[in-house]
């Protein structure tokens, strides 16, 4: 059975750093698009980062210089959070999606598109 296992989050005061771990089990995604996603109460889910199997990657404006994605070995993607702010608070998940190329499709629609999700690890930042 797929499954991802998303960890690291916490709370940390604003200006502090965190980092994000997302393990895969039951398969292999080294072939797959992986990607970082939050949700905040109340808003919708949102694509936050992500990184393809050459390992480009690509970042929602809002994380941009402050965020990093990267593959650790073929069941492992990381993402650093730097310079934290309030407005990041939310519930963190890691997803998976077959398609090689869907870095290349806009952002707003990945949340409809990535196929294998975990459980999701929550990131509060206190002001």
């Known amino acids: 059975q797929e499954q991802l296992a998303d960890s690291g989050g916490g709370s940390v005061q604003a200006g502090g750093s965190l980092r994000l771990s997302c393990k895969a089990s039951g398969y292999i995604y080294a072939n797959h698009s992986m990607a970082w996603f939050r949700q905040a109460p109340g808003k919708e889910r949102e694509a936050v980062a992500g990184?393809?199997?050459?390992?480009?990657t690509k970042y929602a404006d809002a994380v941009k210089g402050r965020f990093t994605v990267s593959r650790g070995d073929a069941n492992s993607m990381y993402l650093q959070l730097d310079r934290l702010q309030p407005e990041d608070s939310a519930m963190y998940y890691c997803?998976?999606?077959?398609?090689?190329?869907?870095?290349?499709?806009?952002?707003?629609?990945?949340?409809?598109?990535?196929?294998?999700w975990g459980q999701g690890t929550q990131v509060t930042v206190s002001s």
């Open positions: 990184i393809n199997t050459n390992d480009f």
């Open positions: 997803a998976a999606d077959p398609n090689v190329r869907a870095l290349e499709i806009d952002m707003l629609i990945w949340p409809r598109l990535f196929q294998v």
